[in-house]
């Protein structure tokens, strides 16, 4: 979904350890593993002929465009249908496309790239893997408007590179290196991508944030509401990528809203019940005038959350973000009033349209919101350590 919508929200640093039990070789232009679905039963159409391989092990047939069903089987197994053919059972299903063209549609939308369907956890995993400025084209498009302009199109197209490096080196899971959800970055496929988008995407070639000689593990959200939030005081850990700063257009707009809910709902999905003394009061903000801390009361029981993990539980596009104004409650009902829309940390959307349209470079905009971060520029970006 659109990140002028909802945050873009990734989830702190793994463990080192754990990213050396996924690490794999990283070669000059290494794919970038998508996973696009988790899903019990999930239905593709090929636009062109694939290369089948089946557990590894390549198919001397090739399979010609059309529609495929997919189902999980016995919690390991991958069942393939073409109809009138019989099922195919196995492990493993990867389909590689020969031509640079969109290969194959999923819900609705187009895809390059190449597609591997395996089963882990019960689930059948949709995993899309393909060139990262590929990749950036359907991601750019899908995070910000690409009728917005060439620059602040362009900062975020570094920033969705850094993040996209990043993760490369620190995949998700021994299978997939991102998800294509906002825990990382909204990925939309081909049917995101303009002109405009691939502009920006060709003219960063090469460009992304360090910090400490790496891609940086950064985050960006849509309004900030007037200024950018320390992750500390979002998640409670520590990012050196972000540091809080004042944003000129959310100063002026701080988009203000309002959000009800039924108290029964919101009282569940906190663990209490909802009797007439149900009670949210903010228990500590941050610098930036975020809630950081809520104590949940309900009669004699009472619980701390934080303010995030209340936007978790409601829903991240129903709770627009934690700068609440005010949370007042009537017999049935509880308002929230508040600014902006996301978690805060890093670079402002809105604020870097803004910035664009009084004529800011890409590389002033991220150095506005990413001051702690330096722009490097690497024409062998994908290969290994950069």
């Known amino acids: ?32 593993r998508v996973l696009l679905e ?11 002929q694939a290369a089948v391989r089946l557990e590894g092990k390549q198919k001397s047939a090739r399979l010609s465009a059309g529609p495929l069903h997919f189902s999980a089987a016995h919690g390991e197994k991958v069942v393939m249908v073409r109809i009138p053919y019989r099922p195919l059972t196995t492990s493993l299903v990867e389909l590689d496309f020969s031509e640079k063209t969109p290969s194959f549609d999923y819900a609705g939308r187009a895809y390059r790239g190449s597609v591997a369907l395996r089963c882990v956890d019960g689930k059948l995993k949709l995993i899309n893997s393909l060139s990262v400025e590929d990749y950036l084209a359907g991601s750019v498009g899908s995070e ?32 997939f290196d991102i998800n294509s959800t906002t825990e990382d970055q909204v990925y939309l496929g081909a049917s995101r991508e303009t002109p405009a988008v691939w502009r920006a995407v060709s003219e960063t070639t090469g460009h992304y944030l360090v910090s400490k000689g790496a891609p940086a593990s950064l985050y960006y959200h849509s309004r900030c509401g007037g200024k950018t939030a320390d992750a500390s005081a979002v998640w409670g850990g520590k990012s050196p990528s972000e540091k809080p700063v004042e944003c000129p257009y959310c100063r002026r707009n701080p988009f203000r809203w309002s959000r009800s809910f039924p108290l029964s709902e919101v009282a569940k999905k906190l663990g209490l019940g909802p009797s007439p003394a149900f009670a949210l009061i903010p228990a500590t903000r941050s610098d930036s005038g975020r809630v950081y801390a809520l104590e949940a ?34 017999d049935k009902t509880i308002v929230f009033a508040g600014l902006g829309m996301g978690h805060g940390v890093g670079m402002c959307q809105w604020g870097a349209r803004y910035l664009a349209g009084r004529g ?17 520029v690497s024409k062998r970006l994908y290969a290994g350590v950069p």
């Open 1 to 32: 979904m659109k990140s002028q919508h909802v945050v873009f929200v990734v989830s702190l640093l793994v463990a080192s350890g754990l990213n050396a039990q996924w690490a794999r070789p990283l070669k000059f232009n290494t794919p970038i």
């Open 38 to 48: 988790a899903s019990l039963h999930l239905a593709l159409n090929t636009r062109l």
């Open 144 to 175: 910000m408007n690409p009728s917005w302009q060439l620059e602040a199109l362009k900062a975020q197209a570094i920033a969705a590179r850094t993040y996209a490096l990043y993760r490369l080196r620190h995949p998700r899971s021994p299978h």
């Open 297 to 330: 009361r309900d009669g004699n029981a009472s619980r701390r959350v934080t303010a995030e993990a209340l936007r978790r539980a409601v829903g991240y596009e129903k709770l627009p973000s934690t700068s609440f104004e005010s949370i007042r409650r009537d």
């Open 360 to 376: 800011a470079k890409s590389s002033e905009i991220l150095k506005h919101y990413y001051p702690e971060l330096q722009l490097s």
